[in-house]
Nanobody
């Protein structure tokens, strides 16, 4: 069994920042797997936001972002803590969504981010 638990969501004004965290536990070797953040806004499909490859591998912690968040969001990982982060800066109302952590076939329950004045 593998568990992913997100935290850090909340209400923030446009232009503000939040940092999401996702702690991974259970029968998984965290550092061997690509980690991802997805989001789903009301009425929309779930979309991929960012990914980060394993730090100890050919891709060496390579990151990728969907176009709308490039330059504003940063994904990172701490293998010692089995945790992946999403630093979100200059937040916009269109970033409002439930944000989910993912690896392989496993998903967290999500954390709600609301950007509103």
């Amino acid at each position: 069994q593998v568990q992913l638990v997100e935290s850090g969501g909340g209400l923030v004004q446009p232009g503000g920042s939040l940092r999401l965290s996702c702690i991974v536990s259970g029968r998984i070797i965290f550092q061997l797997h690509t980690m991802a953040w997805y989001r789903q806004a009301p009425g929309n499909q779930r979309e991929l936001v960012a990914t980060i490859t394993p730090a100890d591998g050919p891709a060496d912690g390579r990151t990728n972002y969907t176009g709308s968040v490039k330059g504003r969001f940063t994904i990172s990982r701490d293998n010692a803590k089995s945790t992946v982060y999403l630093q979100m800066n200059n937040l916009k109302p269109e970033d409002t969504a439930v944000y989910y952590c993912n690896t392989i076939k496993y998903w967290g329950k999500g954390t709600l981010v609301t950007v509103s004045s």
